[in-house]
Every structure is written in C-alpha cells, then in structure tokens.
C-alpha cells in the first residue's frame, strides 16, 4: 500500500474509535449498574479526546478530506448524541412515569435531534467558511455529551439520591439541547497562537487540574469544568448584551475543520 495515501487513514482510525467508545457506553448502559453507568460515562469523555484529536491529526498530516468531514459528523451523532441519550434514560430518566414513560424518551429524542441538528448546521456553514474562526455557534456536540457524562459520574461517585438525579438529568438534557442549536457563542482554540506563553499557560493549566482531578476527586473537578465551559455561552451572551446592540452584531463564520 501507498504510505502516501494510507496516512489518509490515520484521522479517520481516530473517528472509529470515538465511535467504538460510543457503543462501549451504550452496552455499558445494559447492565443497570453503577459501575456501568461510571463505565458508560468514561467510555464517552474517552470519545470526546478521540474526537478532539481527529480533526487535529487531519491538519497536521494535511489529510482533511470531505469524506472526513461527514465520517466525522456520522460518528457524533452515535458517540455524543445517541449514547448519551442512553446513559441519561437508563441512569435516572427510565424512573420518570410521565405519560408511561414518553417524557423520558422524549428529553432522548430531543437531545440527539438537536446534536444531529447543530452538526448539520456546522456543515453548512463550513462550506461558506474560508478560514477557522474564534468561536464556534451553538454549543458543540461533544461538550454536551462530556457535560452529561460528568453528570452521571459525579451523582455516582456522590451516592446522590434518585430524587436529585432526576432533577438534574432532567434539566440538564433540554438545556443542552436548547444551548446546541442556539446562536450563543462558544470559544474554538483552534485559532489560538500557540506561542511559548501560551504553551506553557495551557501545560500549566492542564497540569494543575490534572493534579487536582488525581488528587481530589476526578468526576467533581472535571465537571467544575466542563460546567464552566457550558455557561461561558450564556455568559458572553449577557456581556455582549450589556455592552449594547452593536457588539451583539458582531458575527463570524465557523470553523470548516471538524467539530
């Protein structure tokens, strides 16, 4: 075989396994156990670092292709829309009697609808697009499977009660949903200039949540974050708000790379 052409392979072997996790998930889901719901969750974040890296193997190789681009979008939907809509029902949501049981498959269908939704959007506006751009529209799929993920994991590692998870996984699946096919802004480090100071403030940055997720509790400190990372849409939101009409026209294209 070409080595040339078989480096075309390398991002896309990335994308399978984002997938593969995404099913480990949802069959980690079967059981009903807490340590397969904690399994399912990770299975998922595992997804997300696979994702994240595909799209950056495609452009430092400078093998992005368009059937890329669409595996990419296919294997969302099943990684981040589909098992995490899973983990939710068989965690907490399969408990919520309302209508027998439709409300609970409903909050599911909704969550993955709108992932699929907010990725065909993406596409979209990637053909218009010319060059990556700081922000990205909506919140991305991957960040609200990791939100719902650590969720999970965090009510399992506390023994949280059935009545607050309920509550929580609730609220959290349509304010997810609502916040990926929103029009709030959500920061893309795909144009950050990574000179040395930024190097060294994101291997600083990194080390030290490391250092407190091992030695504190992993599930409470990677949600503080994944937290922060949802919020900072709404909360741009209302700066831009507040500083008037005129920085809240301020648009740019998304990103053509992968999500």
């Given at each position: 075989?070409?080595?040339?052409?078989?480096?075309?392979?390398?991002?896309?072997?990335?994308?399978?396994?984002?997938?593969?996790?995404?099913?480990?998930a949802v069959i980690s889901c079967f059981g009903g156990t807490e340590a397969g719901f904690r399994r399912a969750a990770i299975?998922?974040?595992?997804?997300?670092?696979?994702?994240?890296?595909?799209?950056?193997?495609?452009?430092?190789?400078?093998?992005?292709?368009?059937?890329?681009?669409?595996?990419?979008?296919?294997?969302?939907?099943?990684?981040?829309?589909?098992?995490?809509?899973?983990?939710?029902?068989?965690?907490?949501?399969?408990?919520?009697?309302?209508?027998?049981?439709?409300?609970?498959?409903?909050l599911a269908f909704v969550f993955v609808a709108c992932g699929a939704l907010r990725l065909a959007r993406f596409n979209?506006?990637?053909?218009?697009?010319?060059?990556?751009?700081?922000?990205?529209?909506?919140?991305?799929?991957?960040?609200?499977?990791?939100?719902?993920?650590?969720?999970?994991?965090?009510?399992?590692?506390?023994?949280?009660?059935?009545?607050?998870?309920?509550?929580?996984?609730?609220?959290?699946?349509?304010?997810?949903?609502?916040?990926?096919?929103?029009?709030?802004?959500?920061?893309?480090?795909?144009?950050?200039?990574?000179?040395?100071?930024?190097?060294?403030?994101?291997?600083?940055?990194?080390?030290?949540?490391?250092?407190?997720?091992?030695?504190?509790?992993?599930?409470?400190?990677?949600?503080?974050?994944?937290?922060?990372?949802?919020?900072?849409?709404?909360?741009?939101?209302?700066?831009?708000?507040?500083?008037?009409?005129?920085?809240?026209?301020?648009?740019?294209?998304?990103?053509?790379?992968?999500?």
């Amino acid at each position: 075989m070409d080595i040339r052409k078989g480096k075309y392979i390398l991002p896309n072997l990335f994308t399978l396994a984002s997938v593969f996790f995404g099913v480990l998930a949802v069959i980690s889901c079967f059981g009903g156990t807490e340590a397969g719901f904690r399994r399912a969750a990770i299975a998922i974040l595992v997804a997300v670092v696979a994702d994240s890296l595909d799209g950056r193997v495609a452009r430092m190789t400078r093998t992005a292709t368009k059937f890329g681009i669409q595996l990419d979008s296919l294997a969302d939907v099943v990684s981040f829309g589909m098992a995490p809509a899973v983990l939710a029902h068989a965690f907490i949501l399969r408990d919520l009697d309302t209508w027998d049981g439709l409300l609970a498959a409903l909050l599911a269908f909704v969550f993955v609808a709108c992932g699929a939704l907010r990725l065909a959007r993406f596409n979209v506006m990637a053909l218009d697009s010319r060059k990556p751009a700081s922000s990205f529209t909506g919140l991305p799929i991957p960040a609200a499977a990791a939100f719902l993920a650590l969720l999970v994991w965090v009510a399992v590692d506390l023994e949280s009660p059935p009545a607050a998870r309920l509550a929580g996984v609730a609220a959290a699946m349509p304010a997810l949903s609502l916040a990926m096919v929103s029009t709030l802004r959500y920061p893309s480090f795909k144009r950050v200039r990574w000179g040395l100071w930024n190097r060294l403030a994101v291997t600083v940055t990194v080390a030290g949540v490391l250092w407190v997720a091992v030695t504190t509790r992993a599930s409470g400190v990677l949600f503080i974050v994944a937290l922060a990372y949802v919020a900072s849409g709404p909360a741009a939101f209302l700066v831009r708000l507040a500083r008037g009409p005129r920085h809240g026209r301020e648009r740019e294209a998304e990103s053509p790379d992968r999500d």
